[in-house]
Nanobody, 125 residues
C-alpha cells in the first residue's frame, strides 16, 4: 500500500523557516522523482520544487528559488523553507512520479502518481 505523508507545517512569522518532511512507503523510493507543490485558497496548485531520481538533480519554481531547498534520503524527502513570506501561505503537498523527463525535472502535477494529503503552512505576523 502506497503512503505519502507530509509533516512539519505550522504557523511561522515572516522571515522565519520551516522544514517539511515527506515520508513514503509502498514503492521503490529511488525509482521515483519527488515533487513539492502548494495550493493557496482560491488558487491553482503551484509547482514549488522537485528532485529527480538518481542521479539526483533539483529544480525550483520561481517563487521558491533561492529560499527553498529540496533533499531526499531513504524514503523521505524534505523541503527546507527559509525567508518565508506571507505569500508562501498554502497547503503544501508532496508527490511522487516515475516518469522520465528529458529536462531532468517534472513540474506538471498531472505527471505525478502518488500524493500526500498536504500540510498547512501559514506565514503571519
Amino acid at each position: 500500500q502506497v503512503q505519502v505523508v507530509e509533516s512539519g507545517g505550522g504557523l511561522v512569522q515572516p522571515g522565519g523557516s520551516l522544514r517539511l518532511a515527506c515520508t513514503t512507503s509502498g514503492f521503490i523510493f529511488d525509482d521515483y522523482n519527488i515533487g513539492w507543490f502548494r495550493q493557496a485558497p482560491g488558487k491553482e496548485r503551484e509547482f514549488v520544487s522537485c528532485m529527480s531520481r538518481t542521479p539526483e538533480s533539483a529544480h525550483y519554481g520561481g517563487s521558491s528559488k533561492g529560499r527553498f531547498s529540496i533533499s531526499r534520503d531513504n524514503y523521505t524527502a524534505y523541503l527546507q523553507m527559509n525567508s518565508l513570506e506571507l505569500e508562501d501561505t498554502a497547503v503544501y503537498y508532496c508527490a511522487a512520479s516515475d516518469r522520465f523527463s528529458t529536462t531532468g525535472y517534472i513540474i506538471r502535477p498531472g505527471a505525478y502518481d502518488y500524493w500526500g494529503q498536504g500540510t498547512q503552512v501559514t506565514v503571519s505576523s
